[in-house]
C-alpha cells in the first residue's frame, strides 16, 4: 500500500511578480516545507518553485515573529501637551512604564518594548 502524507498532497500555488503570495500562504508554504523533512532548496524542486523565494519569506517572516500578529489591535487614550523647544519625540505609557522616544526611532524595537511590558505582571 502507498503511504502518502500531508505534505504530499500539499500543491503551493506558483507566485509571480503579478500574483505574489499573500503572508498567509507563505506560511502555509514553509510549514509544508518543514514538515517534509526536506530542505528548502529540496522542497522548491520538488514543487517547481523558486528556493529564493522561499528563504525570501521565511527572512521575512523571522525577522518581524515576536510582534504578536494574533492579538487584536486596541487603541489606548493618548494625552497630548505642549512640548518645549528642546523637547523632541515622544512618550509612551504602558502600565506605569513610561517609554521615551525620540525622533527618527524604529518603529520595530518600539512594538518590541511595548510588547514586552505588556506581557509583564502588574
Not at 525570501?56 to 497630548?80: E, I, K, N, Q
Not at 505642549?82 to 525622533?103: F, K, S, Y
Request: net charge positive; hydrophobic share 40%.
Amino acid at each position: 500500500m502507498l503511504d502518502v502524507t500531508r505534505t504530499d498532497l500539499f500543491q503551493p500555488r506558483k507566485s509571480t511578480r503579478r500574483d505574489p503570495w499573500t503572508e498567509d500562504e507563505a506560511r502555509e508554504t514553509l510549514a509544508a516545507a518543514g514538515r517534509s523533512g526536506l530542505s528548502l532548496a529540496a522542497f522548491a524542486r520538488r514543487h517547481g518553485l523558486s528556493d529564493r523565494q522561499l528563504y525570501w519569506w521565511r527572512m521575512r517572516l523571522r525577522a518581524h515573529r515576536d510582534v504578536d500578529r494574533g492579538r487584536p489591535t486596541s487603541f489606548v487614550p493618548v494625552t497630548l501637551t505642549a512640548l518645549d523647544d528642546d523637547e523632541t519625540g515622544i512618550e509612551v505609557v504602558v502600565g506605569g512604564a513610561v517609554v521615551r522616544v525620540d525622533r527618527g526611532f524604529c518603529e520595530l524595537t518600539l512594538a518590541r518594548t511595548v510588547a514586552v511590558l505588556r506581557s509583564l505582571p502588574c
